[in-house]
């Protein structure tokens, strides 16, 4: 991700993009962002990326907390918001989070954000 921000390549500053950190204590403890999805043709799919949490601020909902915030950004903007993880612990967190699994080569997980709202569940959470 630094390599990329300092070539300019993607600095997180196109509408509707957004980089949040969080920090304890003022030391930072994680980092996520929300790109346009450069793997989909249409404008209205985000991409939820680069989220990490230090091992030490894990379980704490710094995480859960990170994404919900990026996700409240993301509603007005995206229609839909992808991400692609390997991890089986990152799978299962996006999981709780709301998000469904994707059969596509370049996305593993979606989340639809219409009629989306921070304080209820997600739309893809409910029954």
Excluded at 10 to 27: H, Q, S, V, W, Y
Excluded at 99 to 108: G, I, N
């Amino acid at each position: 991700m630094h390599a990329a921000w300092a070539a300019g390549e993607n600095r997180f500053d196109r509408p509707g993009e957004l980089l949040l950190t969080a920090r304890i204590e003022g030391k930072l403890v994680g980092i996520g962002g929300l790109n346009r999805d450069p793997y989909a043709q249409d404008p209205g799919i985000g991409r939820l990326r680069h989220v990490y949490v230090t091992k030490t601020a894990r379980r704490r909902g710094v995480g859960a907390s990170l994404v919900r915030r990026i996700l409240a950004h993301a509603a007005p903007h995206f229609s839909i918001v992808r991400l692609r993880t390997l991890s089986p612990d990152a799978a299962a967190f996006y999981a709780h989070l709301g998000f469904q699994q994707a059969s596509e080569a370049d996305a593993t997980h979606f989340m639809r954000l219409e009629g989306w709202n921070p304080t209820t569940p997600s739309p893809s959470s409910r029954t």
